[in-house]
């Protein structure tokens, strides 16, 4: 059927096989991996917007545990075209680990003395600290 819509995640692009990620190790089919993504979004969205993003609720979270691989990671989302999709504690590298739904939607710690009892799921990690942390860190994600 035909949508309505004008915008539309992009898939390709997320996780760990995506081309985003994937551009970031350079190394053998990789090394043209973001060219390749971008050249197949624009064609593929014609005139529709499309919306590249690194993980939502759906998905496995990206961040790893290197502050510059993670902004790197996000600079290269960012400059591609289309609407892109920041999915909340990306910001501040909440990581996350199993394959369960819970996983996927941790919370996210701002550092007020406001937080939740814990982590749904007993696996989440802030490895860079809560926003009011990082807030006050100019190095920080």
Known sequence: YESTMDSYFWFPGQGSTGFIIASTNNTGTNNKALATGQAAMAEASGSNISAPFLDNHDTSRFSGANAS????????????SGNTFTYYGDEIGINGSGDSDANYRTYMDWGDGMETNGAPNGTATYPFGSVADQQDDPDSI
Request: no cysteine; glycine share 8%; aromatic share 16%.
């Open 69 to 80: 691989t993670n902004k790197f990671r996000y600079g290269l989302l960012s400059t591609l």
